[in-house]
């Protein structure tokens, strides 16, 4: 069985219920989640060994979140107790015309707070095949991009594979910021997962002879975009989602698989949301399996496409499909009809 490390923040999410606004709500529902918890959910509902790494408070809250990824059958051995507070996070789904809105409350978390000395890396990758971070993780300050590039460097040296999805966020720092401390972790990446905007905020690349800004991105212009990733910090594979949204409530997903200087793309769907947060951790988390499973590339931006394409049809940010499920999706089974 494959082992999978991830390593990031787990909050306390809470939002309305249903589709009501903040100032609508008389309470709010719980749930768990963070970039990197959300993939190890998906990886241990595939079946893997997935692990997850982060430090919460050693009080009953952080021993909520604690709970609800063994629930799901995630590895939390390696988790740090300690600080203060968990992070949270409101969720207002949108609908139609009408945006989600998300808020973060998680100055001061535990991880946040954490300390090199925490994280022994050479015991947590014991065993290990692959490593996954995102861009929010060093963003969130103190000493967490110096202990993503312990980590990094600690995969690298004992053959473990490496992927991060640079998920920008300007909350939580700069572009020249980003910039700084990403340049910096990229070369130990094996798997780069991105989208035209962050590849344009982080690194300041952008598609050949097209307009973001104006949503004129063609397929050449993604390919552009994974070349010059791949040819700055020499990364094995480069993954790109393709959101078009037509609404809140309506997308179309897709996204391409760059690897080896050959461009491979997914078939498109149309989406009508039921939860959106979390989409793109589902498409990570598939896309690790895809390519752990020893799935050849087309396949495996076919898997990670379906399977991030159920997870907009669950509420919440965890991904509660199964193998089976994503592969009826990816082989074409899209009706939805009721099964028996």
């Not at 997870?311 to 089976?324: M, Q, T």
Request: glycine letters at 10%; a negative charge.
């Amino acid at each position: 069985m494959k082992r999978i490390i991830t390593f990031g923040e787990i909050m306390m999410r809470l939002n309305p219920e249903g589709y009501c606004r903040f100032v609508q709500a008389g309470k709010f529902e719980a749930s768990y989640a963070g970039g990197e918890a959300n993939v190890a959910v998906s990886l241990s509902n595939y079946g893997m060994d997935a692990a997850f790494v982060s430090k919460v408070p050693a009080h009953e809250i952080g021993q909520c979140a604690v709970n609800e990824l063994r629930h799901f059958g995630v590895d939390t051995r390696m988790m740090v107790r300690g600080g203060d507070r968990l992070g949270l996070y409101f969720v207002e789904k949108g609908a139609s015309q009408r945006a989600s809105k998300v808020i973060y409350d998680r100055a001061g978390s535990a991880i946040a707070k954490a300390s090199a000395s925490d994280f022994d890396w050479n015991k947590i990758f014991d065993g290990a095949d692959w490593f996954h971070f995102t861009g929010i993780t060093p963003a969130l300050g103190g000493e967490l991009p110096e202990i993503c590039l312990e980590a990094c460097k600690a995969a690298k040296s004992l053959g473990v594979k490496i992927s991060c999805d640079l998920n920008y966020r300007k909350k939580l720092w700069s572009n020249e910021k980003a910039n700084e401390v990403m340049s910096t972790l990229m070369p130990y990446v094996d798997v780069c997962i991105a989208n035209e905007e962050d590849a344009k905020d982080v690194f300041g690349i952008e598609a050949e002879d097209t307009d973001l800004n104006a949503g004129k991105v063609n397929h050449e212009g993604y390919i552009s975009v994974a070349r010059q990733l791949a040819e700055r910090f020499g990364f094995e594979k480069v993954a790109i989602t393709l959101r078009g949204s037509i609404s809140a409530s309506d997308n179309e997903w897709a996204a391409m698989l760059y690897s080896d200087g050959k461009a491979y793309f997914s078939p498109k769907y149309n989406v009508r949301i039921v939860d959106r947060v979390g989409g793109g951790d589902s498409f990570g988390g598939g896309l690790i399996y895809s390519l752990l499973s020893g799935y050849d590339d087309q396949k495996a931006i076919n898997f990670a496409v379906a399977a991030s394409c159920l997870k907009h049809s669950i509420e919440h940010d965890f991904n509660l499909v199964s193998v089976a499920e994503v592969e009826a999706l990816a082989g074409g089974n899209a009706s939805g009809r009721v099964q028996r």
